[in-house]
């Protein structure tokens, strides 16, 4: 089993930052990736990025690239979200979840293959 807890989001105006961070315990080792997803009211969840447990190799949708960055501090068990450039679009509850099973670029994408979730952290912006 692992578990997940999210947190660091809030209420922020647009073009403001936020970091997620994602506290990780329990079989920590048996993870080969992490994610992040969220779900605005009335949609379905999403996936917005993900990083394997080395650190190697990370995967961003399209509406996040080059605003978001995640990154993993294995010494902590944590994964972090920084989250620049906020659009009311972004408006969301994200989820942390881990993926047990080797993925490979879309593969890492498919929230059906992750097998841990959080109970997510609200993120809100203003226009």
């Known amino acids: 089993q692992v578990q997940l807890v999210e947190s660091g989001g809030g209420l922020v105006q647009a073009g403001g930052s936020l970091r997620l961070s994602c506290a990780a315990s329990?079989?920590?080792?048996?993870?080969?990736?992490m994610g992040w997803f969220r779900q605005a009211p009335g949609k379905a969840r999403e996936f917005v990025a993900a990083?394997?447990?080395?650190?190697?190799?990370?995967y961003y949708a399209d509406t996040v690239k080059g605003r978001f960055t995640i990154s993993t501090d294995n010494a902590k068990n944590t994964v972090y979200l920084q989250m620049n450039s906020l659009k009311p679009e972004d408006t969301a509850v994200y989820y942390c979840?881990?993926?047990?099973?080797?993925?490979?670029?879309?593969?890492?994408?498919?929230?059906?293959?992750?097998?841990?979730w959080g109970q997510g952290t609200q993120v809100t912006v203003s226009s």
């Open positions: 329990g079989r920590t080792f048996s993870t080969y990736a």
């Open positions: 979840a881990a993926k047990i099973d080797y993925c490979s670029g879309y593969g890492c994408y498919a929230l059906t293959g992750y097998k841990y």
């Open positions: 990083i394997t447990r080395s650190g190697s190799r990370t």
